[in-house]
Nanobody, 122 residues
Framework: QVQLVESGGGSVQSGGSLTLSCTAS?????MGWFRQAPGKEREGVAA???????IYADSVKGRFTISQDNAKNTLYLQMNSLRPEDTAVYYC???????????????????WGQGTQVTVSA
């Protein structure tokens, strides 16, 4: 059983920045950040393999950066140039994801955090 705890969410104005953190009691080969806005499906934002390879959703490329500190079992998401459409509950997850093109698919992840709210006002 892996426990994940997110932190760092909050409210910012459009154009602002936030950094999310996810502390894990352990993790599998891949970790990812997902988000879910009211009335919408959970979507993949960014993912990283233990070897450091990263993947991003098109909507956040160039604005968000995912990173990890393997020694601390901590995952980060640096979010810059935030937009109102980035408003959502953000979740971190870990799982033994196989194919690289599945890293932004929620169903492949085994363990999930409780989520942290990010609100971006216009």
């Amino acid at each position: 059983q892996v426990q994940l705890v997110e932190s760092g969410g909050g409210s910012v104005q459009s154009g602002g920045s936030l950094t999310l953190s996810c502390t894990a009691s352990g993790y599998l080969s891949s970790m990812g950040w997902f988000r879910q806005a009211p009335g919408k499906e959970r979507e993949g934002v960014a993912a990283i393999h233990r070897n450091g390879r990263t993947i991003y959703a098109d909507s956040v490329k160039g604005r968000f950066t995912i990173s990890q500190d393997n020694a601390k079992n901590t995952l980060y998401l640096q979010m810059n140039s935030l937009r109102p459409e980035d408003t959502a509950v953000y979740y971190c997850a870990t799982g033994p994801i196989g194919a690289w093109n599945l890293h932004l698919i929620a169903s492949g992840y085994t363990y999930w955090g409780q989520g942290t709210q990010v609100t971006v006002s216009a």
